[in-house]
């Protein structure tokens, strides 16, 4: 059972989580491919040099073959050379790969039991904000005890919460259907509106 609050930080009741979702024994193989991925398809892939095809110069033999005394070149921009082009030069690529449905639930679900094994989960009746106010998210998510890096979860996108919260450093704020695994990684709380945690346990369950 967890305690459920409300947003002045004072318990009003209690829920059970879910056994499948907030009780399995996490998979942190799993856990660790599905962050990998995610890293991978934030890349931009723009990085990009030149080869020695496409420098410029270079056409002349710099010496003749023989009787210089030097080792024998035929272009200053082979890639041993200062200003020569670059040997497999790295090119513009995407990075992204898809990994299979199955391994990113499980891997949520694995996340999501860690959170609730270290005690970390805080339930509230209602996440709402009346006013854009980051002052007044702050103060809620201080009675609430959150003093960490958080996760807001709503259950639909909610422009006032998100605006009030997206000026406090190391809160993120996000819909019951959009969960991230990478986002509940980097955080130290799950901060979950009651309507969000049902929603959670309807569609991931």
């Given at each position: 059972?967890?305690?459920?609050l409300?947003?002045?930080?004072?318990?009003?009741?209690?829920?059970?989580?879910?056994?499948?979702?907030?009780g399995?024994?996490?998979?942190?193989?799993?856990?660790?491919e599905?962050?990998?991925?995610?890293?991978?398809?934030?890349?931009?892939?723009?990085?990009?040099?030149?080869?020695?095809?496409?420098?410029s110069?270079?056409?002349?033999?710099?010496?003749?073959?023989?009787?210089?005394?030097?080792?024998?070149?035929?272009?200053?921009?082979?890639?041993?050379?200062?200003?020569?082009?670059?040997?497999?030069?790295?090119?513009?690529r995407?990075?992204?790969?898809?990994?299979?449905?199955?391994?990113?639930?499980?891997?949520?679900?694995?996340?999501?039991?860690?959170?609730?094994?270290?005690?970390?989960?805080?339930?509230?009746?209602?996440?709402?904000?009346?006013e854009?106010?980051?002052k007044?998210?702050?103060?809620?998510?201080?009675?609430?005890?959150?003093?960490?890096?958080?996760?807001?979860?709503?259950?639909?996108?909610?422009?006032?919460?998100?605006?009030?919260?997206?000026?406090?450093?190391?809160v993120?704020?996000?819909?019951?259907r959009?969960?991230?695994?990478?986002?509940?990684?980097?955080?130290?709380?799950?901060?979950?509106?009651?309507?969000?945690l049902?929603?959670?346990?309807?569609?991931?369950?």
């Amino acid at each position: 059972m967890v305690k459920v609050l409300n947003m002045a930080g004072n318990q009003v009741g209690e829920v059970e989580l879910s056994a499948s979702i907030f009780g399995i024994e996490p998979n942190m193989h799993v856990v660790h491919e599905v962050v990998k991925n995610h890293l991978a398809n934030c890349r931009q892939g723009t990085q990009s040099a030149l080869t020695r095809a496409e420098v410029s110069g270079g056409g002349r033999k710099p010496w003749r073959q023989k009787g210089t005394g030097h080792a024998r070149q035929g272009s200053t921009r082979a890639p041993q050379w200062t200003h020569g082009g670059i040997v497999f030069a790295p090119k513009p690529r995407s990075y992204r790969y898809v990994l299979n449905k199955k391994v990113r639930r499980l891997a949520l679900k694995s996340v999501l039991s860690d959170k609730a094994a270290q005690e970390k989960i805080i339930v509230v009746d209602s996440i709402a904000m009346g006013e854009i106010k980051t002052k007044a998210f702050k103060g809620f998510l201080d009675a609430v005890n959150c003093d960490g890096k958080a996760v807001v979860i709503t259950p639909e996108v909610n422009g006032s919460v998100v605006k009030s919260a997206r000026n406090i450093p190391g809160v993120l704020t996000t819909s019951a259907r959009m969960l991230s695994v990478y986002d509940i990684v980097n955080a130290k709380y799950l901060v979950i509106d009651q309507a969000a945690l049902a929603t959670i346990e309807e569609v991931y369950a």
